[in-house]
Nanobody, 126 residues
Framework: QVQLVESGGGLVQAGGSRRLSCAASGRTFSSRVMAWFRQAPGKEREFVAAITWSGGITHYLDSVKGRFTISRDNAKNTVYLQMNSLNAEDTAVYYC???????????????????WGQGTQVTVSS
């Protein structure tokens, strides 16, 4: 069983930055795609960013392009989400997800991911 553990959430002022981490552990980790999703209070979960493990190809939600950067460290089985220029609309619980099966790129629906972390809260204060 693969476990995904997010960290790095917290309270940040508008305009500030935060880096989230997602560490994978358990059986040999062999995901094809890693992604970050978020869910704000009263809203549906939404895709934020995804990255392929092998080639590092990335895809972003339009509203975070140019502000967020997803990256991975294959040796550490860890995925990061660097978030800059944060605003109140970025306040949410952020979830890390892993997909193992092949498929068309990009995968932006939650149902396309098999493993999930417990989430980490990011609160942006204005």
């Amino acid at each position: 069983q693969v476990q995904l553990v997010e960290s790095g959430g917290g309270l940040v002022q508008a305009g500030g930055s935060r880096r989230l981490s997602c560490a994978a552990s358990g059986r040999t980790f062999s995901s094809r795609v890693m992604a970050w999703f978020r869910q704000a209070p009263g809203k549906e979960r939404e895709f934020v960013a995804a990255i392929t493990w092998s080639g590092g190809i990335t895809h972003y939600l339009d509203s975070v392009k140019g502000r967020f950067t997803i990256s991975r460290d294959n040796a550490k089985n860890t995925v990061y989400l660097q978030m800059n220029s944060l605003n109140a609309e970025d306040t949410a619980v952020y979830y890390c997800a892993a997909r193992y099966a092949p498929g068309s790129w990009p995968q932006i629906r939650g149902a396309e991911y098999e493993s999930w972390g417990q989430g980490t809260q990011v609160t942006v204060s204005s």
